[in-house]
C-alpha cells in the first residue's frame, strides 16, 4: 500500500502564489516518476508537470516560467510551486507517482482556487 498525502491548496488571488507539496509513504519501491495533474471542472484531467527520478522535468505549456516542480527523494516528497496564479489554474490539483515497476497511485486531491 503506498499513500500520497497532499497539501498546500488554498484560495488566492490571481496573481499570488501557492506551494503544493506530497508526501508519499507506505510500501514504496523504485520511484520512477512524480507529478503533478489537475482537473477543472467539466475538463478532463491534464498534466502540469512531472519529474523523473533523474530530476528531469516536463511541463505543460500553460504553466511554464510560472510553476516550478521539485523533489526531495530522501522524503519521497515532490513539490509544485506556483507563481503569478491565474484564474485559469482554478482545479483540483492531484499528485501522481509512477514506479519503475509501471505502479501508478493517485493522491486525493486538493483544490486551488484563484479568484480574479
Known amino acids: 500500500q503506498v499513500q500520497l498525502v497532499e497539501s498546500g491548496g488554498g484560495l488566492v488571488q490571481s496573481g499570488g502564489s501557492l506551494r503544493l507539496s506530497c508526501a508519499a509513504s507506505?510500501?514504496?519501491?523504485?520511484?520512477?516518476?512524480m507529478g503533478w495533474y489537475r482537473q477543472a471542472p467539466g475538463k478532463q484531467r491534464e498534466l502540469v508537470a512531472k519529474i523523473s527520478s533523474g530530476g528531469s522535468t516536463n511541463y505543460t505549456d500553460s504553466v511554464k516560467g510560472r510553476f516550478t516542480i521539485s523533489r526531495d527523494s530522501a522524503k519521497n516528497t515532490v513539490y509544485l510551486q506556483m507563481n503569478s496564479l491565474k484564474p485559469d489554474d482554478t482545479a483540483v490539483y492531484y499528485c501522481?507517482?509512477?514506479?519503475?515497476?509501471?505502479?501508478?497511485?493517485w493522491g486525493q486531491g486538493t483544490q486551488v482556487t484563484v479568484s480574479s
Open positions: 501522481n507517482l509512477q514506479t519503475f515497476l509501471r505502479q501508478d497511485y
Open positions: 507506505g510500501s514504496i519501491f523504485s520511484i520512477n516518476v
